[in-house]
């Protein structure tokens, strides 16, 4: 099994930058692992963001988020990241990372590993 733990959300002015991570444990290969982050805001359903292929040879986007967010791994820490800047209000969401074997997935329910998710807010 896979255990996920994001952290590195909080509040944060439009256009600023916040970087989120999603640590993995258990009894699991990481670098086996495609990675993403997927949000969800309020009364809205979840929407992908990004994924990232097993050794970060190939990256995907959302085109809200596209050229603002950068998503990378650290194989050797088990760790994958989320960089976003110039941060909008629709920006706001609780964001969560998952994991699927092998390749990359722009659809949730192909994830079979989730973290609790972490909760982004931007003002103004």
């Known amino acids: 099994q896979v255990q996920l733990v994001e952290s590195g959300g909080g509040l944060v002015q439009a256009g600023g930058p916040l970087r989120l991570s999603c640590a993995a444990s258990?009894?699991?290969?990481?670098?086996?692992?495609?990675l993403a982050w997927f949000r969800q805001a309020p009364g809205k359903e979840r929407e992908f963001v990004a994924t990232?292929?097993?050794?970060?040879?190939?990256?995907y986007y959302a085109d809200s988020v596209q050229g603002r967010f950068t998503i990378s791994r650290d194989n050797a820490k088990s760790t994958v990241y989320l960089q976003m800047n110039s941060l909008k209000p629709e920006d706001t969401a609780v964001y969560y990372c998952?994991?699927?074997?092998?390749?990359?997935?722009?659809?949730?329910?192909?994830?079979?590993?989730w973290g609790q998710g972490t909760q982004v807010t931007v003002s103004s």
């Open positions: 990232i292929s097993r050794i970060g040879g190939n990256t």
């Open positions: 258990g009894r699991t290969t990481f670098i086996n692992y495609a």
């Open positions: 998952g994991a699927r074997a092998i390749v990359t997935s722009r659809t949730w329910d192909e994830y079979n590993y």
